[in-house]
């Protein structure tokens, strides 16, 4: 099991899915999946600690857990089959161990409220994740102090002079 971070949630350019990125804790390697916009608001919303008048559904759930005597330990996403990954939920209950099946984004809704790790089995990360392309500025023109900002590379060619007006 790896530790993973969330790094991000992107919006599809091309439909109304978000895209919620996993980070490595320990390494570069990303692990995006793709996510429904109201998973997307839930995670969001814990994420940046925003007050909301009425519990959502994720709430309610970890509410649910905490009233029957559970905990929530941690979340797995152990698996992707066919394209589609499957998590599973820990929730401690007077010290057994249950698991229950959910989808990664319920779960990861459910572990940003619980405060608990989330964790990708291996074989999930090496055959889904990718290691993000380093910047271009990173690669090209450090060495001999060059820069790529283009906005930068702009001003330096403006003739101030032909901004003054006729007095």
Known sequence: MIEVVIDSIRISLISQHRIVMLRDMDGERQLPIWIGPCEAEAITIELQDMEIARPVTHDLL??????????????????LREMVFYARLFIDVDGTMLEVDCR????IAIAVRAKVPIFVNEPVLDEAGIVPESDVEDEVGQEDGESLDAFKDFVDTLDFEDFEGDE
């Open 62 to 79: 970890k509410n649910v857990i905490s009233e029957m005597g559970g905990n929530v330990s941690h979340i797995l996403i152990n698996e």
């Open 104 to 107: 990664p984004s319920d779960a």
